[in-house]
């Protein structure tokens, strides 16, 4: 799996918005980008994930660079209950041996203050 | 139940004794993980199930570790001879395939080695 690289940590005002960085300049073309969270005690939560083309649902945004080798989430309107450790990982979904594979970094820890 | 059901969700045991961990993917998931969560750190892959196949058991830390797959359903983690950096939480995540699918997680059981 193509590697990633996070900051350690952000911060984020209640109610704007958390923007997320994820470096993955490995990252090839059969291999989509993830983003999971854990809070606190909790067993990581899917959030989104997408290939090239910038993704959207009801937890967040995923908008990854043309060439790929970045990608942000977006939190439209952070809340406390949003403050979590982020992770970001990329893995292939055919044609390679280890598809399936998911392997997590040390991921963004995300405080959102009030 | 409809999630991934882990345990017990704490096991206490002394240096030296073998403990067994259970976990329940969601019926019907033909992929299943084993990963480990040491205090303040992130998750470190063990292994990985996917249908009938073998297992991806290269991140097993030692011989002392071990996994089976019953059935294509129930998982064990076996911890041989438990030593004190054996402690973390180890959770388990299943998904319904190995392609393009979110991984639910467990809550994880929390194993304290004394």
């Known amino acids: 799996d193509a590697k990633t690289t996070q900051p350690p940590s952000m911060d984020c005002a209640e109610g704007r918005a958390a923007n997320l960085p994820c470096n993955h300049s490995?990252?090839?073309?059969?291999?989509?980008v993830y983003w999971y969270r854990q809070i606190h005690s909790q067993g990581p939560q899917y959030i989104i994930h997408?290939?090239?083309n910038n993704e959207t649902n009801e937890m967040a945004s995923l908008i990854i660079t043309e060439d790929r080798k970045s990608s942000t989430l977006i939190l439209p309107h952070a809340t406390l209950r949003d403050t979590a450790v982020y992770y970001c990982?990329?893995?292939?979904?055919?044609?390679?041996?280890?598809?399936?594979?998911?392997?997590f970094g040390q991921g963004t820890t995300l405080q959102v203050k009030p | 139940g409809a999630g991934v059901s882990q345990s017990p969700s704490n096991k206490v045991t002394e240096k030296g004794k073998d403990v067994e961990l259970r976990c329940d993917p969601i019926?019907?998931?033909?992929?299943l993980y084993w990963y480990r969560q040491s205090l303040g750190q992130g998750l470190e892959f063990l292994i990985y199930?996917?249908?009938?196949?073998?297992?991806?058991k290269s991140g097993l830390p030692s011989d002392r570790f071990s996994a089976e797959r019953t059935g294509g359903s129930v998982s064990t983690l076996t911890i041989q001879r438990t030593q004190q950096e054996d402690s973390a939480v180890y959770l388990c995540?299943?998904?319904?395939?190995?392609?393009?699918?979110?991984?639910?997680f467990g809550q994880g059981t929390r194993l304290t080695v004394v």
């Open positions: 995540a299943s998904r319904i395939g190995p392609l393009n699918t979110e991984a639910f």
């Open positions: 490995t990252i090839s073309g059969n291999e989509y």
């Open positions: 997408g290939l090239k």
């Open positions: 990982i990329v893995r292939e979904t055919f044609g390679s041996s280890n598809t399936g594979k998911l392997i």
């Open positions: 019926s019907g998931h033909t992929a």
């Open positions: 199930f996917q249908g009938n196949s073998a297992p991806d």
